[in-house]
Structure formats: structure tokens, C-alpha cells
T-cell receptor, first 114, second 113 residues
Framework: DSGVTQTPKHLITATGQRVTLRCSPR?????VYWYQQSLDQGLQFLIQ???????AKGNILERFSAQQFPDLHSELNLSSLELGDSALYFC?????????????FGEGSRLTVL | GENVEQHPSTLSVQEGDSAVIKCTYS??????FPWYKQELGKRPQLIID?????GEKKDQRIAVTLNKTAKHFSLHITETQPEDSAVYFC????????????FGQGTELSVKP
């Protein structure tokens, strides 16, 4: 158990819909990262928050947004869903603000768009 | 942009043999190179990492080597066991670049008993 909690574990929805994925980092970790893992794309970095502020942005689509709340949990919002958004979405956390240290991954949220 | 290439994509070895996975990175400013192991249906977990001021690091049966000039780093697993079967990801990042840990495409390692 990494200490990072993600909900829901599985989610099935239709194209055009909107979903919210939630992540609670390890106790004491200030940074939250979101990654997308699909079969042909490996682990793609989406976005990072550090202590409530956006710290780094990767290949995140405009239809996707995220935020980190004062209690440090984070939510990833995916809207106008397309079939290609089906993937495993991982949240990870770390103590420090950059990735030159271990990232602790949650178990992931598997999104299926039909 | 930053890119990490990983080879091979699949690797099958006999139990007890060694396995080597290789990665190259494009950003010459990268200074941190972790390796993550992901078992089927599970989360990625860090198994070893190396920083740019070190050429080699070893932890029991696992070792990583780094060649900064060639922008190349490798994972070596000796005396492989069936429980080493998993997907292995290399990654690269640099200090003060936030969460931009760039992963390779992964290597599916299969260790046959």
C-alpha cells in the first residue's frame, strides 16, 4: 500500500460525458501528479500540483482540468469524453516539488468510454 | 521536446539468466533517472534510481548504469526469478522542472521457470 488513494477504481461512461477522478496523497506529501496510461502510450504526464498551485503541465488536453484543494487532495476532471480517453489514470504523490525523488503511485482509476 | 526511448519492448529470459533493458534520453539537462516496475494490474513502484553524478548503482540483483555522454542508461537484473516478470519503465527528469518525469514506453519482461 503506497498510501495514495484513488477513487473510483473503475468507471464506465459514454462519449460526451464528464467524469471526476479523485486522489488523496500520502500523509505529508505536498505534490500530486496525474499520469495517463494507455496501451500504446505508456505513462504520459498530465499535470502536477504542489501545495495547491499548478507546478508543471504535460500533454494535458484542454478538455481535461485538475485542481488541488487546501487539504491537498486533488481532482482530475475529464469532459466531452471520447473513446480515446479510455485509459488507466494514475495519481502519484511526493514530498518535494520536483520529481528528483520517489513518486508514490495510487492503484489507478480505470476509465472506459463507450 | 524531451523524449525517452526504451528497448526492447519485450524480453523473455530463462530463470537464472540476466536481463538488460536500455534507455536513451534527449534532454541533456536531465539529472535523475529512476526505474519503475509495474506488475500486471498494479501500480508502478520505484525499484532503483540514479543521479547524474553517479555512473553506476547496485541494489542486490539490480543495477543501473548511466553514460551521460551518450545520454544512455541501462537496467541490469541478474539471476532473474519468475517474480521479476513485469513491465519495467525507465524515466528521466531534471531538477526544478516540476513533475515532468518522462517515461519510456516500457519493457515487458517474462522470466520462464
Amino acid at each position: 500500500d503506497s498510501g495514495v488513494t484513488q477513487t473510483p477504481k473503475h468507471l464506465i461512461t459514454a462519449t460526451g460525458q464528464r467524469v471526476t477522478l479523485r486522489c488523496s496523497p500520502r500523509s505529508g506529501d505536498l505534490s500530486v501528479y496525474w499520469y495517463q496510461q494507455s496501451l500504446d502510450q505508456g505513462l504520459q504526464f498530465l499535470i502536477q500540483y504542489y501545495n495547491g498551485e499548478e507546478r508543471a503541465k504535460g500533454n494535458i488536453l484542454e478538455r481535461f482540468s485538475a485542481q488541488q484543494f487546501p487539504d491537498l487532495h486533488s481532482e482530475l476532471n475529464l469532459s466531452s469524453l471520447e473513446l480515446g480517453d479510455s485509459a488507466l489514470y494514475f495519481c502519484a504523490s511526493s514530498v518535494i516539488g520536483d520529481t528528483t525523488g520517489e513518486l508514490f503511485f495510487g492503484e489507478g482509476s480505470r476509465l472506459t468510454v463507450l | 521536446g524531451e523524449n525517452v526511448e526504451q528497448h526492447p519492448s519485450t524480453l523473455s529470459v530463462q530463470e537464472g539468466d540476466s536481463a538488460v533493458i536500455k534507455c536513451t534520453y534527449s534532454d541533456s539537462a536531465s539529472n535523475y533517472f529512476p526505474w519503475y516496475k509495474q506488475e500486471l494490474g498494479k501500480r508502478p513502484q520505484l525499484i532503483i534510481d540514479i543521479r547524474s553524478n553517479v555512473g553506476e548503482k547496485k541494489d542486490q540483483r539490480i543495477a543501473v548504469t548511466l553514460n551521460k555522454t551518450a545520454k544512455h542508461f541501462s537496467l541490469h537484473i541478474t539471476e532473474t526469478q519468475p517474480e521479476d516478470s513485469a513491465v519495467y519503465f525507465c524515466a528521466a527528469s531534471r531538477h526544478n522542472q516540476g513533475g515532468k518525469l518522462i517515461f519510456g514506453q516500457g519493457t515487458e519482461l517474462s522470466v520462464k521457470p
